[in-house]
């Protein structure tokens, strides 16, 4: 099995739980499965049969949880299928993720309706930040090398968000994003870069807005 590593959460993201991911590999030879390779955001093969398996149980985990009405029981199946949910966290289903394993929730995080994460890498979202109905946060990647896409291989590129941040319905957060503690992303905005601590931002791409107080 490939080694862990924990990285360190950094100053943007306080208080969010920490993202693992995977060190070198360690069995003979140092080969590495496809399964490592995405773990490690090298190019790996998304139709290896491992993940496809992988893939498959998260979508027999999605029908689970979005067909369920009772919010204890929607906290236990969090608790089974992602990496980490701190206390209070919840999703309001529809939800969709590609495995789930790879998303770690603060504490008192909250998603509302429809929201998407392509989990390919590790999705930190931290505590009490507030998540829209309908944003996207978008960790898989493709490659620039048409030769290299037409392979059918993919990277994934970590998303973290801080604490207390709030992201507007219809975002959309692209692959290796940060978003700082306490800031605030607009309805429909396409985030393309890192997002300060305490800024607010939107538009498409989302360039950041003058503060306004509030009255």
Not at 163 to 179: F, R
Request: hydrophobic share 45%.
């Amino acid at each position: 099995m490939t080694a862990l590593r924990r990285v360190a959460p950094g100053r943007a993201a306080r208080n969010a739980p920490s993202a693992m991911v995977c060190g070198p590999p360690t069995r003979p030879g140092g080969m590495m499965t496809e399964k490592e390779k995405m773990l490690a955001g090298a190019l790996y093969d998304a139709g290896d049969p491992e993940l496809v398996a992988d893939a498959a149980a998260a979508a027999a985990w999605m029908r689970r949880y979005n067909a369920c009405d009772d919010p204890r029981e929607r906290a236990a199946l969090l608790g089974a299928r992602f990496a980490f949910v701190g206390e209070g966290a919840s999703i309001r289903p529809p939800f969709h993720c590609d495995y789930g394993y790879n998303i770690r929730l603060g504490r008192g995080a909250f998603l509302n309706f429809n929201c998407v994460i392509l989990d390919v890498t590790a999705v930190v979202i931290g505590e009490m930040t507030q998540v829209g109905p309908g944003v996207q946060i978008l960790g898989a990647d493709h490659p620039r090398d048409p030769q290299l896409r037409a392979g059918m291989l993919e990277y994934g590129r970590p998303v973290r968000i801080g604490a207390n941040v709030w992201i507007g319905g219809g975002a959309l957060l692209l692959p290796g994003v940060t978003v700082g503690d306490d800031a605030v992303i607009g309805a429909g905005s396409v985030v393309t870069r890192d997002v300060a601590a305490g800024s607010t931002v939107a538009g498409n791409p989302a360039r950041a807005l003058p503060l306004r107080k509030e009255t």
